[in-house]
Structures are given as structure tokens and as C-alpha cells.
């Protein structure tokens, strides 16, 4: 009986936590399944659909060469493509290597600027989604002490 | 959670630069508290929304790797004077946070 009654407190906490559901919704265009990918591929896959991306010089891709603190890493991308949906920075190294991504409307130009972390040296990729594909260019950073805590 | 939004703006013709820094933990839930050894639990900015005269513009999607006090800049058409910029943030706890300003 006792064992009963707790499978029944259980059962109404996940009924509460459902509950507390409809905040989560009213973000659902976050893409938590991509963020919480361990692997690139992976994330690139549940973020985009593929993990294929055709390489364009037609995306800068601003990183320093060297970051001398991985806590506060400065990325800047623009692009010349047209027709920009979405970009999004990968940092191919770090555990969760999606690091942000940006949704842009049809004014907005294709030039975003921000800073983010890298545990280790890696590869940063820019990948811009356009009407036409997606295409990406990447540069290594090297980083001397992380920024991922620990 | 009020202050904590801090945006610059220039307008260019009809281009708005924004500038715009949060003040935020940005915990990645891995790192450890050096003085009781305990991790420090997730506490980051998800997603910020810019609208402009109602109007989304951008909306950013952070994860945890993107650095404390988040720094972001982009840039739009189709601005002009008088226009109202709306930044909102939240977090994965459910805080929030909004700011309105003039270009």
C-alpha cells in the first residue's frame, strides 16, 4: 500500500509539472533537441533537417585566431546571400557545440554580432540558412584557457 | 528584473544598428561552486526577441555557450525615427525581462 501511494504522489506531481506546460509552449520555437545535441551532425540535423552544408565564401565569418579567454569569444557573421531564414553558430568542440542560432525576418540584415564560450580549441562554423540551402564556413579558434566552467 | 536590458541604437537612413547587453548569469549547469564543490545549477537566456512598432525583427536563440551578459548587435531595414524597439528576454527558469526604446 505504502508503495501504491507513492506511485500516486508521483503521478500527481507529473500532473502538476504538466501543468506548468503552457510557459514552456509559449517558447517553442526554441529548438531544445538541437541545443541539447552532444554531437555537430547531430544538432545540425535537428536544427536544420541535414547536416549537409555547401561551403560559401560568400559568409565572414569574424573570430579572433586566438582567444586568450574561451569565456568570452566574439563572433560576427555577415553575408552577401539573399533571402537569409536563419543563422546559427556551432562550435564543434564544446559538449553542447550548438551555441546559439538567430531567426531573421525579412528586414533584417544578415549581419549579427555576439559573444560566446568555447571549453577548448576548435572549429567555428557559421551556417546561414537561405531560401536556396544552406551553406556555412567555418575557422578555427584557438583557445588558451576554457570558458565552459569545471 | 527590471535594468537589465542595455540597448544602443543608431538609425542609418532606414537601417537601425542595435547594440544590446543583458545582464545575465548565463550558467551552463557544469560548472562547479570553488567554495562548497557543488554545481551551480543551468540558469540562461533562452531566447531574446526584438520587435520593432510590434514588428519581430530578430529573435536569438541562446544555449548555455553563450557568454555571461550576453552581448548582441544586429541590424534591420526598414526603420525610421519615432519607431518603438521592443527587447524582451527569458530564461529556462522563467524569468524575464523587457525594454522599450525610442530609435
Known amino acids: ?150 | 528584473m527590471a535594468g537589465k536590458i542595455k540597448i544602443k541604437t543608431k538609425l542609418t537612413g532606414d537601417v537601425a544598428e542595435i547594440k544590446s547587453l543583458m545582464l545575465h548569469p548565463m550558467e551552463t549547469g557544469s560548472r562547479k561552486d570553488p567554495d562548497t564543490g557543488e554545481v551551480v545549477p543551468a540558469h540562461y537566456i533562452t531566447q531574446l526577441t526584438f520587435a520593432n512598432n510590434g514588428k519581430v525583427v530578430m529573435v536569438a536563440n541562446f544555449s548555455t555557450a553563450v557568454s555571461k551578459n550576453p552581448y548582441f548587435g544586429f541590424k534591420f531595414s526598414g526603420a525610421s525615427a519615432g519607431d518603438t524597439l521592443k527587447t524582451s528576454w527569458v530564461d529556462n527558469v522563467g524569468g524575464a525581462d523587457e525594454l522599450e526604446t525610442t530609435l
Open chain 1, 1 to 150: 500500500m505504502q508503495l501504491g501511494r507513492r506511485l500516486v504522489l508521483r503521478g500527481s506531481l507529473a500532473l502538476a509539472a504538466l501543468a506548468t506546460l503552457p510557459r514552456v509552449l509559449l517558447a517553442a520555437a526554441w529548438p531544445e533537441k538541437a541545443f541539447g545535441s552532444t554531437a555537430a551532425g547531430q544538432a545540425m540535423i535537428d536544427l536544420l533537417g541535414t547536416d549537409q552544408t555547401t561551403a560559401s565564401d560568400a559568409i565572414t565569418l569574424q573570430v579572433p585566431e586566438i582567444a586568450e579567454n574561451g569565456a568570452v569569444v566574439p563572433v560576427t557573421i555577415t553575408t552577401t546571400l539573399e533571402n537569409v531564414e536563419s543563422i546559427s553558430i556551432v562550435v564543434k568542440n564544446n559538449p553542447r557545440p550548438l551555441a546559439a542560432t538567430f531567426e531573421m525576418s525579412p528586414g533584417t540584415l544578415a549581419d549579427i554580432s555576439s559573444r560566446i564560450k568555447m571549453g577548448e580549441t576548435s572549429d567555428v562554423m557559421a551556417i546561414v540558412k537561405t531560401d536556396a540551402g544552406i551553406f556555412s564556413t567555418s575557422k578555427q579558434v584557438k583557445v588558451t584557457i576554457g570558458g565552459c566552467g569545471g
